[in-house]
């Protein structure tokens, strides 16, 4: 039994939708999230920056006193996960083995599409931990840069948003995917459109989903679930600009995001 919270961090807002998952699953946890607003986007930067990043946000949990981490975001996720692991001593979870873990166990033909950052495609991280489980499977990549600020100006379910959508995901209906793998933190919101133009016999992977069911194995492991409470605890930590976090933070949450403080990440 541990009461300390958990942390989660992500490039900035979009790491909600795993605190969502977090939130449904795990009822009875603290949970901690930090938003790098300051430095987002992650998805164009180089493997070293991430990985800088990475180890200044866990550095800042950690000094929180959470009891484990987990890297919401996808491309810090690609880039870091190995080294945050080797780096610190808590448990230490990313969202890639998750998804990756899902879309092999839903594909049937073994084709299966990946979207993410221009970084989580270059990585190929999704593409390594899928052949590990199923050398056979045939990976298909595609960047979808647009999707991010789509969904942060509040157009997902937009025209824009289905014509941006539409010449993106050409290439992988083209090649007959029936599992595709939203791997980005955003992409969970433009589920209806992804669906509607891959049609509906594409599985459509939400690695935040399997994140929270890994999260829970993780803490029974090692001992370090919180007792079920009436009312759990959600803080909020930014780099930048609270004021956008909690307006923009709702859509992602579905529910009010408050208890907001902003900090100076290059402290850590
Ligand atoms: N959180 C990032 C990811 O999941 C998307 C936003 C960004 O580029 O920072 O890859």
Known sequence: MDTRPIGIFDSGIGGL????????????????????????????????????FSFQ??????????KAIVIACNTASAFSIDSVKDNF????????????????????????????????????????????????AE?????????VPLVEEGWAGSKVSYLVAEEYLEPLKRAGVDTLVMGCTHYPL????????????????NPAEETAIDLMKVLAQ??????LKDR???KYYVSDNPDKFSKVGGNFLNKEVFNIDKIDIERY
Request: proline share 7%; hydrophobic share 40%.
């Open 17 to 52: 939708t795993v605190v969502k998952e977090v939130m449904k699953i795990l009822p009875g946890e603290d949970i901690y999230y930090f938003g790098d607003t300051a430095r987002v986007p992650y998805g164009n930067k180089s493997p070293e920056t991430i990985t800088k």
């Open 57 to 66: 946000n866990t550095r800042f949990l950690i000094d929180k006193d959470v």
């Open 89 to 136: 001593s808590i448990p230490v979870l990313g969202v890639i083995e998750p998804g990756a873990y899902a879309a092999a166990r839903e594909t049937k033909s073994g084709k299966i599409g990946i979207i993410g950052t221009e970084g989580t495609i270059a990585s190929r991280a999704y593409e390594k931990a899928i052949k590990k489980l199923l050398p056979n």
């Open 139 to 147: 990976i298909l990549g595609c960047p979808c840069p647009l999707f």
């Open 190 to 205: 433009l589920k209806k459109v992804v669906r509607d133009v891959m049609g509906p016999d594409v599985a459509l992977i």
């Open 222 to 227: 090692h001992n370090l679930q919180s007792e």
């Open 232 to 234: 759990s605890h959600y």
